[in-house]
């Protein structure tokens, strides 16, 4: 009966063995294989979405509701917290506060996405806003 010290030195030995048996296996290629690209932009360039041409996107239909405007302090609420386009900030967590605070208030006759989209720029300031970057 062998100890399992013997045993383990016997499998350690079958081991060695075979890997001395079989000398024309070849050995991994550790290095990534080279593709070329058409493209040479990098992949964060890849991401980065168009802005040439988009800058007045938003869009603000019709409102056809009689004295209609908006209220200096919600405004004001929309600018207390600015979304600046920095690497650190949230842009969800931006859009999540944005729709709280532009959820708040109901105007009669005019639809909420008006409203939303008439606010938004005011949202963002710095390389975020469009046409002041």
């Known amino acids: ?34 593709v070329t690209m058409a493209d040479n932009r990098t992949m964060a360039q890849l991401l980065e979405a168009p802005t040439e041409g988009y800058e007045d996107a938003i869009v603000v239909p019709e409102i056809t509701a009689n004295n209609f405007e908006i209220k200096h302090g919600l405004l004001n609420l929309v600018q207390n917290k600015q979304f600046f386009g920095h690497d650190k900030e949230d842009p ?13 208030m109901k105007f009669p006759n ?3 996405t008006s409203v939303k ?3 938004f720029p005011f949202s963002l ?7 002041l970057a």
């Open 1 to 34: 009966m062998r100890t399992r010290s013997q045993a383990r030195k016997h499998r350690q030995q079958q081991v060695r063995q075979t890997s001395v048996e079989s000398p024309n296996l070849e050995k991994p290629n550790n290095n990534p294989p080279i």
């Open 92 to 104: 969800h967590a931006h859009i999540r506060y944005f729709n709280k605070i532009t959820s708040t």
């Open 110 to 112: 005019v639809p909420n």
């Open 117 to 119: 989209l008439m606010l």
């Open 125 to 131: 300031e710095g390389a975020a806003r469009p046409g």
